[in-house]
């Protein structure tokens, strides 16, 4: 992409500040948030692009945008450097057929966190910029740049996981478990054989979906003759009945799910050619119980396959030659701590020469490094940690990066290949940053928002000067948000120190408070391992919600949690339920110090790990908290996957005692607060059984409680209608015990 075509096709950037319009504050009166409004369209966040990418030839940035009218449906829209405009490639709605997916692929989009989307999904560039694939309805279409829409298949079945091959002279894809190829204009046909219904060709399995972000179970090489192919039997898999649990029917599933301490399934790789020929087994070593986390083709043809032991605390890089399968170890990463893990990262890259970018945590924080085949070049480090690889200039000799500033914020920024001088930040400090960046390592796509402006993205220099609005996203008259802005609270931050000492983020949102009244507390949280809960950046509209409704919004982020580093994580390990409940107390504690906050009335929230946690902070401390809503909760971990599970806790085969004390079945009987349970009833990953089963010991044993089901809801319960009817039963909940407002 060049410059000087960009800047001389786009407007300057000008950055906005939100409400600094006076004509625009005045217009906006105050209205009270309802969940109706905040789960309807078009979306109080105003536009949300995703997965943007550049045209191979420069010429266009590409965006899926989601519509005004529906928020959930995304329709193909492309920039045009050289005209300065945008107008939508592809119409979702002109090409869908409307056709139901596969239960394969709804599993799929489940994976991939994007099961309450419609339309347009995701897509691919042709290598030559002619057209894109565009996946809707599970069928394949290939959309040329003048509006032209062929469609490439037309069967009852989903294609699964479609590519265009590296030079777009095939496409790819798997249909009823068998990988499937043809040239561009032919018919495609499987090029694996069809076995027994255990065994699936080209997919990635069910933990490397779900736990390892590894949604793929193919990869073309670069000239696109050989293919390295995935072959998975599932056969060691227990099976889950899972009962999707509809309003007019029941429909059963026997889902392969691999519990904690189970059997894996048997994950194989093999190199063929194109059309199926020259089949090789790729030698992964003698223990089968091991984890493919990652396959890519280097530069210098070799085959490079990320092996993880079982334990989840060794990773070998193995060099495989596809000709042969052979394979011997490049490198081996080892966990930071021995009681600790390998937390796995797409934050790697071959550079031209062979070496290698690579991100680890063996400091203590996640920083990047260089390996030439031989040694290692530190690129960063210090205890702020890096968290993203951005992209590369290798003419230049830079890498591009995102870096956690002072625990709540993420700025972009560029330091030297050689591993020589300080990195230079790119971003405004006053926002949470993240980027993408074009294939040459030229042009920034720059997304950040702050606490008083939602999610703006704009395309910068490599030096991170500003040149043009992707999406400005301004709080204007016109914004969806505008007729809110006048009660909009912004957040407050602080710490709070853990038993050892460590400081613990907060954030609160306090609503329009009297002198000498006291103010419910909705105490937010998720707790496991992983997301940041407290940061500066846009919150969204559901918090706003419900400070309007007169409560104080809390949430603080308990050690375990991402982007403080190895020991701040650490705690966890084999103790889950244990460090976040003791963090959370102190929250509660800290709360109730402060005189606008009426003690009495702190009620927590948590979904998934934090329903689990909503569970054990009950059954820790009864009477601390006024009411706890737990939502989609593992009561039990040996319910839970391998991959995650025990990743975490380890092996329950060989430490039962850890599981044990982490469970929420055997204190279930000492919740003594009011409990209101919530649970989708196809939930496909967090099994309904996590449900059923605290359900029938608490009242096996007249443990009162209420409860919310979902059914034919997985573990996404949400929807324009459904996810007010959750937001509203779990206020008429608090309502019915007393933890309201003051009058």
Sequence with gaps: MRLSLLAAAAAILVPVTAYADDTVSASMTERELSFERVFASPS???????????????????????????????????????????????????IGTGRELSEDEKMQRERARVGSLEGIITYQWASDASGVLVPIDGDLYFAKLDGEVTRLTDTDESELNPKLSPRSG????????????????????PITPKEDDTIRWGEAEFVAQEEMSRLTGYWWSGDESRLVVQRTDEAPVGIVTRAAIGATGTRVFDQRYPVAGSDNAIVELYVMDSDGGNRVKIDLGENADIYIARVNWGPDGHIYVQRQNREQTVLDMLKVDPATGASEVWFTETAAREDYWINLSDNYRFLADGSLLWWSERSGYGQFYRFDGEGWTTLTSGTAPANAMVGVNEDAGQLFYTRTD??????????????????????????????????????????????????????????????????????????????????????????????????????????????????????????????????????????????????????????????????????????????????????????????????????????????????????????????????????????????????????????????????????????????????????????????????????????????????????????????????????????????????
Excluded: C
């Design 170 to 189: 095939y496409v790819s894809f798997v249909r009823e478990r068998q990988l499937w190829v043809g040239k561009i204009g032919e018919e495609p046909r």
């Design 406 to 743: 002072d625990v709540l914020t993420s700025q972009v920024y560029v330091t030297a290949l050689s591993g020589e001088g300080a990195p230079t930040r790119l971003t405004d400090p006053g926002y949470t940053n993240s980027a993408g960046m074009d294939p040459t390592g030229e042009t920034l796509l720059i997304t950040r928002s702050a606490t008083d402006q939602p999610a703006q993205s704009y395309l910068a220099t490599r030096s991170g000067e500003e040149i043009a609005w992707v999406e400005e996203n301004a709080l204007d008259a016109d914004h969806p948000y505008a007729p809110f802005l006048a009660s909009h609270v912004a957040p407050e931050y602080g710490t709070i120190e853990a038993e050892d000492g460590t400081p613990l983020h907060y954030m609160m949102l306090k609503p329009e408070m009297e002198p000498g009244k006291q103010y419910p507390v909705f105490y937010y949280h998720y707790s496991g391992p992983g997301p940041q809960i407290v940061d500066k950046g846009w919150g969204g509209a559901l918090a706003q919600a419900v400070v309007d409704k007169g409560y104080i919004w809390f949430a603080l982020d308990n050690r375990g949690t991402a982007n403080r580093g190895v020991d701040f994580e650490q705690p966890i390990y084999r103790a889950m339920g244990g460090v976040e409940v003791r963090d959370q107390k102190r929250g509660a504690q800290f709360l109730k110090t402060l005189d606008f906050v009426d003690g009495d009335k702190i009620a927590l929230y948590g979904w998934s790990y934090g329903g689990y946690m909503t569970l054990k902070q009950l059954e820790a401390d009864p009477g601390l908290y006024a009411a706890g809503i737990s939502g989609a909760p593992v009561t039990k971990w040996e319910l839970y996957d391998t991959h995650y599970t025990e990743r975490y806790m380890g092996d329950p085969r060989e430490v039962p005692e850890a599981y044990d004390t982490a469970s929420a079945i055997p204190d279930a009987t000492k919740i003594s607060d009011p409990l209101l349970l919530i649970h989708g009833m196809a939930d496909d990953n967090v099994v309904f059984e996590n449900a059923t089963e605290i359900i029938s010991v608490m009242q096996e044993n007249n443990v009162p409680f209420e409860m919310m089901l979902y059914p034919g809801y997985t573990h996404r319960v949400s929807g324009p209608q459904i996810s007010p009817h959750m937001w509203n039963s779990i206020f008429r909940f608090l309502e019915s015990h007393g933890v309201t407002p003051p009058e």
């Design 44 to 94: 109080l966040n105003g536009p949300a692009p995703r997965a943007t990418q550049f045209s191979p030839d420069g010429k266009y940035l590409t965006l899926l945008r989601n519509r005004e009218e529906n928020a959930a449906r995304y329709d193909l829209w492309g920039y045009e450097f050289a005209t300065g405009e945008w107008r939508m490639l592809v119409d979702s709605a002109a």
